[in-house]
């Protein structure tokens, strides 16, 4: 079955200061990412995707994605965070072909101090 | 153009009791799911229906049924609410496929207690 990992569950940063959130799956065919963000008391927004072509995708708000096939990767970075970016993080893999299943991952809350 | 809706916003239910949330979406969209968001465990796949006409089982479909009605809606229902049901519901819609440069539409979700 497939998965989606988010190994940093909770991230304390500091104004300014780089980010990069991690996210694994594992499924062997052709997938499409996401990435989608949650604001406290707020529904899911899409961030950014990828679904062909270059693998590194440029999303809202400065966020950006890489996707390396061969490490089953798309890890989320942000050069220098703002405290607005306080929310939660979360991966999603949809797997082509696979009747459309959208799979996300457990979550990375990102807390940005001033 | 409302996006996706979904009723109630909050709910409170006793143990046993049944109830059927409802979600609807006006963008003519193919694919429709039902999450549930627990606190630590992220979005948890509950049924999904690619298509009007079809529906499956995802993560966690213990204690939950579905109905695709038409193409705009898809609906969950709790036949015997359990406590361990607690939990924020989302419904999403989409046309997501191979290669399309498309996302998942969310709700702004169901608060649901059992007591």
């Known amino acids: 079955a497939q998965s989606v990992s988010q190994h940093n569950h909770h991230v304390i940063l500091s104004e300014a200061a780089s980010l990069e959130l991690g996210c694994n799956y ?16 707020q529904h899911l927004q899409l961030l950014l995707k990828y679904f062909s072509g270059d693998p590194l995708v440029k999303g809202i708000k400065g966020f950006e994605a890489e996707f390396i096939k061969s490490k089953f990767s798309f890890n989320l970075r942000k050069p220098s965070v703002q405290w607005s970016d306080t929310a939660e993080y979360f991966c999603a893999v949809l797997l082509t072909g696979g009747g459309n299943k959208l799979t996300f991952g457990t979550g990375t809350q990102l807390k940005v101090e001033l | 153009n409302a ?60 204690g939950y049924n579905v109905s695709r009605l038409n193409k ?44």
């Open chain 2, 3 to 62: 996006g996706v809706t979904q009723t109630p916003k909050f709910q409170v239910l006793k143990t046993g009791q049944s109830m059927t949330l409802q979600c609807a979406q006006d963008m003519n969209h193919n694919s429709m799911y039902w999450y549930r968001q627990d606190p630590g465990m992220g979005l948890r796949l509950i049924y999904y229906s690619a298509s009007e006409g079809t529906t499956d089982k995802g993560e966690v479909p213990n």
């Open chain 1, 26 to 41: 594992s499924y062997g065919g052709t997938v499409n990412l996401f990435w989608y963000v949650q604001y406290p008391g």
């Open chain 2, 72 to 115: 705009r809606e898809f609906s969950l229902r709790l036949e015997s609410a359990a406590p361990s049901q607690t939990s924020v519901y989302f419904c999403a819609s989409s046309d997501l496929g191979e290669g399309m440069n498309t996302e998942a539409f969310f709700g702004q979700g169901t608060r649901l207690t059992v007591v």
